[in-house]
């Protein structure tokens, strides 16, 4: 049962365009979500978080939006840029047994063209 | 803060073969995770070790097992390789309240 799913597996978009990602979860004891970036042959790269009481979370071009009552998740890119182009997992973690488990995405795989 | 560190990075064996991959989580983490990455399939959880203890387990046949030392470092053990288990193996390390996990570089396992 993929509880996380992240149903486009790739995705291509114009430089300096926005790229937006998705991700939809069907637990909704996730409490905080999470964004991954990876590139290929290194491991993925922490990117962005937000914690279920919130529905924005900005840092620079990246922009996290969460929609509890779809249970939905979508990561902006503004303007994307050619060094984005990696494949892209969310996560989300619950409470179980006394930490947080983590379930991740199949990832999204972003290809930005110059 | 040195990061996660995975050894070796790369790595060929044959079908009945086993390996044991290794990793160093970020000092004072003491949580550490094995994924496996295979094309189209995400990252599968394997296993969480915190405190030399199997917390989390995913779903992994028997032949994939690991284990955490008393300074955090963990194993990962795949005996009777087959050919499906090519894959790159993910390590990633957290903090005792952290939700952040910070993975190393992976070993890129190939099985002929």
């Known amino acids: 049962d993929q509880q996380v799913k992240q149903n486009s597996p790739s995705l291509s978009v114009q430089e300096g365009r926005i790229s937006i990602l998705n991700c939809d979860y069907t637990?909704?004891?996730?409490?905080?979500f999470l964004w991954y970036k990876k590139y290929p042959a290194e491991g993925p790269t922490f990117l962005i978080s937000?914690?279920?009481?919130?529905d924005k979370n900005e840092d620079g071009r990246f922009t996290v939006f969460l929609n509890k009552s779809a249970k939905h998740l979508s990561l902006h890119i503004v303007p994307s840029q050619p060094g984005d182009s990696a494949v892209y997992f969310c996560?989300?973690?619950?409470?179980?047994?006394?930490?947080?488990?983590?379930?991740f995405g199949t990832g999204t795989k972003l290809q930005v063209i110059p | 803060k040195a990061g996660v560190t995975q050894t070796p990075r790369y790595l060929i064996k044959t079908r009945g073969q086993q390996v044991t991959l290794s990793c160093s989580p970020i000092?004072?983490?003491?949580?550490v995770s094995w994924y496996q990455q295979t094309p189209g399939q995400g990252l599968q959880f394997l296993f969480e070790?915190?405190?030399?203890?199997?917390?989390n387990k995913g779903n992994f046949p028997g032949r994939f097992s690991g284990r955490q030392f008393s300074n955090s470092r963990s194993e990962m053990n795949v005996s009777t390789l087959e050919l499906g288990d090519s894959a790159l193996y993910l390590c990633?390390?957290?903090?005792?309240?952290?939700?952040?996990?910070?993975f190393g570089p992976g070993t890129r396992l190939l099985v002929l």
């Open positions: 990633a390390s957290r903090g005792v309240t952290q939700e952040t996990q910070y």
């Open positions: 637990n909704s004891m996730f409490d905080y």
């Open positions: 937000i914690s279920s009481i919130k």
């Open positions: 996560a989300a973690s619950a409470w179980s047994g006394g930490y947080q488990k983590v379930t």
């Open positions: 000092s004072g983490h003491r949580s």
């Open positions: 070790y915190f405190s030399e203890t199997q917390r």
